[in-house]
């Protein structure tokens, strides 16, 4: 009896049973009455108006090759539960030599290799379709067919890989050439629940670049992007995925020293660095086995470039390898040395020495001589203190060269960057002298060249008085500051020092005389 069908997946069950006279002709047409191969099958389907079930049988001969035997067309309006058997007339094949199976034992009849399709279709839309067998069918035997069969309105085709798990549209696989991978295509309901055996043909959109396998397996044979496709017959519908062949590449190690900075740099990869003060660096580049692999080292400021060692050694800024594994290639950056020097400066009238802070250069400096250890080799960017010293009794007369900013001061502090000569001079010098006196207590400061001395002290309540003596280089400037201690003033210079203010005064060193400052009770 006739019955309706719930809209979702359900088990509308058509059976096909021996009677139908219709079926059999059209599943055989115009041929005589004979014994039938019998197929029970079973279909199960959502079956709303206007859905029809079209079958078609055909026959395999030896060569794989299809004979068509009939087709028949079932209308589903509403469901039906009705049950009609599927006969199949076999008189066709028997006669084909080419197909006709021989029976196991003489007894037996002989038997024919048939495929089954069923096209499921709404409002004559192709909806699915699925070809049952082969099933080896003899006339007057029934077979059963695997049932259920299932059809369904709407099929949903996604890719995935040989472990079921779902590969995402858009998805971008990168393999290495020579490489391989398995595919598989997931064939469900619309409602992904429920997996459907449909078979898809696959096609690659390059067979020479990355060929695909009827099942689904890709082969990396040359570098580029390739579309993989997996398609249902009849236009049921479609799946694609990307492949991206690459070479196979190999790990190579840039390993970096030096007490310098710089950077190797490979095409397609960002430069490795080697930063100021870092002494090391390392990167890692993939190299693709048996190209040719460019390097090229680059020096930083103050830097020279030490070579190449390692999987490529040379001593140039280039260097070129083809590597067949992975490997380290070293390269060295030390920093640029210069030459510091020092030497006499003309007009020199004394003695004395000049010496750096680390003492590596001690340089005895008379107005004709030059001895001691006069020139080093310092490192680019490192920091040289040269101390000017005068014998007993004479003056530093100054500096030139690379020193002459320094003028008349006892030191000069330069950064090497490059050759560095610096010049100094000594003078005979005036001894000169200057008391403190008075009630009261203070200081006074002395500069001499632009250069402070020794403060000049004064203790109240000591013994009065204090004198003070140091030697200065004919014509230098003096300057005489002071500074009364509380509750004290100061009551100022003699008159052999030009004032300049209420406590400071100045002279030019031509000859030595007694100078004085006082500080008393206010």
């Known amino acids: 009896m006739p019955r309706?069908?719930?809209?979702?997946?359900?088990?509308?069950?058509?059976?096909?049973?021996?009677?139908?006279?219709?079926?059999?002709?059209?599943?055989?047409?115009?041929?005589?009455?004979?014994?039938?191969?019998?197929?029970?099958?079973?279909?199960?389907?959502?079956?709303?108006?206007?859905?029809?079930?079209?079958?078609?049988?055909?026959?395999?001969?030896?060569?794989?090759?299809?004979?068509?035997?009939?087709?028949s067309r079932?209308?589903?309006?509403?469901?039906?539960?009705?049950?009609?058997?599927?006969?199949?007339?076999?008189?066709?094949?028997?006669?084909?030599?080419?197909?006709?199976?021989?029976?196991?034992?003489?007894?037996?009849?002989?038997?024919?290799?048939?495929?089954?399709?069923?096209?499921?279709a709404i409002e004559g839309t192709l909806r699915d379709a699925v070809t049952i067998g082969?099933?080896?069918?003899?006339?007057?035997?029934?077979?059963?067919?695997?049932?259920?069969?299932?059809?369904?309105?709407?099929?949903?085709?996604?890719?995935?890989?040989?472990?079921?798990?779902?590969?995402?549209?858009?998805?971008?696989?990168?393999?290495?050439?020579?490489?391989?991978?398995?595919?598989?295509?997931?064939?469900?309901?619309?409602?992904?629940?429920?997996?459907?055996?449909r078979a898809v043909q696959w096609s690659s959109s390059s067979p020479t670049g990355a060929p695909v396998t009827p099942a689904g397996v890709v082969s990396a044979l040359a570098?580029?992007?390739?579309?993989?496709?997996?398609?249902?017959?009849?236009?049921?519908g479609s799946a694609t995925t990307t492949v991206r062949v690459v070479p196979p590449t190999v790990p190579v190690t840039l390993a970096l020293s030096g007490t310098g900075s710089g950077t190797v740099s490979a095409a397609g990869a960002a430069p490795c660095t080697l930063a100021p003060g870092a002494s090391t660096a390392s990167c890692t580049v993939d190299a693709t086995i048996g190209a040719p692999l460019v390097l090229t080292a680059t020096p930083g400021s103050f830097t020279t470039f030490g070579g190449f060692g390692g999987l490529c050694a040379s001593a140039a800024t280039t260097c070129t390898l083809t590597p067949t594994v992975g490997g380290t290639v070293t390269a060295t950056f030390p920093l640029q040395s210069f030459p510091v020097s020092v030497a006499a400066a003309p007009g020199g009238t004394w003695s004395g020495s000049i010496r750096s802070t680390d003492g590596a250069i001690d340089c005895r400096i008379t107005p004709s001589v030059v001895t001691g250890t006069c020139t080093v080799v310092r490192p680019a960017l490192a920091t040289v203190t040269l101390t000017a010293i005068a014998d007993t009794t004479g003056a530093f007369g100054g500096w030139g060269g690379a020193c002459a900013a320094s003028a008349f001061a006892p030191s000069c502090t330069r950064t090497v960057t490059g050759p560095l000569a610096a010049t100094g001079a000594f003078s005979t010098a005036l001894e000169q002298q200057l008391t403190l006196g008075g009630s009261g207590g203070g200081r006074v400061d002395v500069t001499v060249d632009g250069v402070a001395r020794t403060p000049c002290t004064l203790v109240a309540g000591g013994s009065g008085s204090v004198t003070c003596r140091f030697f200065v280089r004919t014509g230098a400037p003096v300057l005489l500051t002071a500074t009364p201690t509380a509750p004290f003033v100061f009551s100022g210079f003699d008159a052999n020092c030009e004032e300049l203010g209420p406590t400071t005064c100045r002279f030019t060193m031509t000859a030595s005389f007694p100078a004085f400052a006082g500080f008393q009770l206010p």
Request: neutral net charge; contains cysteine.
């Open 134 to 197: 082969p099933l080896v069918l003899a006339p007057g035997v029934a077979t059963a067919a695997p049932s259920p069969v299932t059809v369904v309105p709407r099929l949903v085709l996604r890719l995935a890989t040989l472990t079921g798990t779902p590969i995402a549209p858009g998805t971008t696989t990168t393999l290495l050439r020579g490489q391989s991978l398995a595919l598989r295509a997931l064939v469900t309901d619309s409602t992904l629940a429920t997996t459907l055996d």
């Open 223 to 236: 570098d580029g992007t390739y579309t993989i496709t997996a398609a249902l017959p009849d236009g049921l």
């Open 74 to 120: 079932v209308v589903l309006d509403g469901a039906t539960s009705s049950a009609v058997p599927l006969a199949i007339d076999l008189a066709s094949c028997l006669a084909d030599d080419a197909a006709r199976v021989a029976p196991e034992r003489p007894s037996d009849p002989a038997a024919c290799r048939v495929v089954v399709t069923l096209r499921y």
């Open 4 to 71: 309706a069908l719930p809209s979702s997946l359900a088990a509308a069950t058509l059976a096909l049973l021996a009677g139908c006279a219709e079926v059999r002709e059209a599943i055989a047409p115009g041929r005589a009455a004979a014994p039938r191969a019998q197929v029970a099958l079973r279909v199960a389907l959502a079956a709303p108006d206007g859905a029809t079930l079209a079958l078609a049988t055909a026959y395999l001969r030896g060569d794989g090759t299809r004979v068509p035997i009939g087709t």
